[in-house]
C-alpha cells in the first residue's frame, strides 16, 4: 500500500495505491496525519488506484472526515471502483461523503 500526500493551495490529496487492508493501517495512518492538521477548505481522497479497502480502512477515512467538519471542511472520494463503492454503499459511507 502507497500512500502519497500532495497539498495544492485550499486542497489536499490523498492518492492511495494498492490495498488498505488491516496490515496496512498502521502505516497509512501515519501517512494521513497531515490531513487532521490541514486548514484548508477542501480534502480528497483519490482511490482511482485503490484495489480493496476493509473495516481498518474504511475507519481511517472516518476518522479524517470526522476530524474536518467541524473546522467546515469538504471531504471528497475521487475515482472509487465498483467493488469499493459497493463496500461504501453496504457501510452508510455512501451517505457521510461527498462525491468527485
Request: proline letters at 2%.
Amino acid at each position: 500500500m502507497k500512500t502519497t500526500i500532495q497539498e495544492n493551495g485550499g486542497s489536499i490529496t490523498a492518492i492511495f495505491e494498492g490495498r488498505l487492508d488491516t496490515a496496512a493501517a498502521t502505516i497509512t495512518e501515519q501517512a494521513l496525519k497531515p490531513l487532521h492538521e490541514f486548514t484548508g477548505s477542501e480534502i480528497i481522497f483519490d482511490c482511482n488506484e485503490l484495489k480493496y479497502i476493509s473495516s481498518s480502512g474504511l475507519r481511517l477515512l472516518l476518522g479524517v472526515l470526522k476530524s474536518a467538519k467541524p473546522k467546515g471542511q469538504h471531504v471528497y472520494i475521487m475515482g472509487i471502483s465498483d467493488d469499493i463503492r459497493t463496500v461504501f454503499a453496504m457501510t452508510g459511507f455512501t451517505n457521510l461523503f461527498e462525491f468527485k
